[in-house]
């Protein structure tokens, strides 16, 4: 492992040092009359990251700054039976991209600014009951918990990515459209957390012989995660720096007949996709005010006979510990997370990464830093990112 330039670290400062300012205020809210409100807040990761033997002729460290999502919020209650989310995102703006020649030899990097802002959630939820919710437009899928986590409130310095194998067309941002039922059931210790949706999936499309999805079935998603001492929110967090004590179990299935495919331009091959998933999670907070956190996961992706590459098995797992000891303007916490995709097709990825989280003001306002072993997908390539973020 090469020795990190010492040129990387001195902009790794001058981030670090714009976010000592004091943190942004609470989210504005609007008081429309006694039943209704509407409040909006706005997101801002931006990140400096350095790769290994990243430059063009494969040596030195290549640095590169971007924008990691820069979201827009916006949501509101019209009564106490009726709320609503709405949220865009411009991620990986500026982010480096491999430029080609005409020959399509690799030349170089570009940052890429032609990326665009998007409407990424958008929901109506109807509160009938606490046990019983119904949820239609662009949901979030409620299938594991590391992709139902908000990206406001992740552990480490991002998410899980490498376990996250949906069918390619069958998602947006791991979002999709349709309806969902859920709902909280209190039970004598503890509670459970239930959530089911029909969603688009994979839409049909016809191929050599074979259309996939021809029937234009149903995707079902669905989750059940039983919570041994407090609940979490529609979002699930990545930690709740002492504010809550979590310990739950879950498990999740993801269906739908014909949505498997080896090939979802040009399909040859079809049928049935199927995933499920069991997790676990514990963020609690003990008598000193540290807080240990810990969550890991399995997931099982069926592809059936297609051969795609994401027909395989996943791992995941990370943890924290907050000590709740003023240090400076924040507190710290050492993270280590691990992740590991083993495909049936026999190409793996695995990822292995040491960070720590500065938290200056919770999720309003906090740093992180992370050194990623070997860079996966089988390169020999360590990668060190650091990331400041403002949540308003």
Request: no cysteine; proline share 3%.
């Amino acid at each position: 492992m090469k020795k990190l330039a010492l040129k990387t670290l001195i902009p790794a400062a001058f981030i670090a040092s714009t976010i000592s300012a004091t943190p942004a205020g609470a989210v504005a809210k609007f008081k429309i009359n006694d039943e209704s409100t509407v409040w909006i807040s706005l997101l801002l990761q931006l990140r400096g990251e350095w790769t290994e033997d990243g430059q063009v002729d494969g040596s030195g460290w290549r640095s590169d700054f971007y924008i990691r999502r820069a979201r827009i919020l916006f949501g509101g209650t019209i009564n106490k039976y009726v709320d609503f989310f709405v949220e865009t995102d411009n991620p990986n703006m500026g982010k480096d991209i491999k430029v080609y020649d005409n020959s399509n030899n690799f030349i170089g990097y570009k940052s890429d600014n032609d990326t665009k802002t998007f409407i990424q959630d958008a929901w109506i939820r109807l509160k009938f009951a606490k046990e019983f919710n119904i949820v239609m437009g662009q949901i979030l899928l409620p299938f594991s918990h590391n992709n139902a986590t908000g990206a406001t409130s992740l552990l480490g310095l991002d998410y899980n990515l490498t376990v996250v194998k949906f069918p390619p067309t069958s998602h947006f941002v791991w979002r999709d459209y349709g309806v969902e039922v859920m709902g909280l059931v209190s039970l004598p210790k503890g509670s459970l957390d239930y959530r089911i949706g029909l969603f688009d999936g994979v839409e049909s499309v016809r191929g050599t012989g074979v259309t996939v999805n021809k029937d234009d079935n149903y995707r079902v998603t669905g989750r059940l995660q039983y919570n041994l001492f407090d609940s979490e929110g529609f979002y699930y967090k990545g930690t709740y720096l002492g504010k809550k004590k979590i310990v739950s179990f879950g498990a999740g299935i993801d269906y739908q007949k014909d949505g498997a495919a080896d090939n979802y331009t040009t399909p040859t091959k079809v049928d049935d996709y199927k995933a499920w998933t069991v997790d676990m999670f514990i963020d609690y907070p003990l008598e000193n005010g540290d807080v240990p956190s810990f969550q890991a996961g399995y997931i099982d992706y069926d592809y059936g006979n297609t051969g795609h590459a994401n027909d395989g098995t996943a791992i995941y797992a990370q943890a924290g510990y907050l000590f709740n000891k003023q240090m400076g303007i924040g507190k710290i916490e050492p993270i280590v997370r691990y992740q590991s995709f083993d495909s049936s097709t026999g190409t793996d990825d695995t990822g292995l990464y040491l960070g720590v989280a500065y938290w200056i003001d919770g999720f309003r306002a906090n740093l992180k830093a992370e050194y990623e072993i070997d860079g996966g997908d089988g390169k020999d390539q360590d990668v060190f990112t650091i990331q400041a973020q403002i949540l308003f």
